[in-house]
């Protein structure tokens, strides 16, 4: 069984263990707003059930356009 990042931040957190913030959205729109409010540095990451990887494929930003 593979985990998405957020379930196993969620099973890090309740065992104790600090992680960091995480937001999950589904638009563009709702990243900016999201990121807005989070404050900027930031990174942005794919979450997909198909890819397991994000390196692979190019779903990883750590400075994204303000």
């Known amino acids: 069984m593979i985990l998405a990042e957020y379930e196993a931040k969620g099973l890090l957190e309740k065992a104790g263990v600090s992680v960091v913030e995480t937001e999950t959205v589904d638009s563009m729109q709702d990243a900016v707003s ?3 409010l989070l ?6 990451k794919l979450s997909s059930a198909l890819y397991s990887h994000k390196t692979e494929i190019g779903g990883g930003l750590s400075q994204p356009a303000q």
């Open 34 to 36: 999201r990121a807005n």
């Open 39 to 44: 404050g900027y540095p930031l990174v942005l």
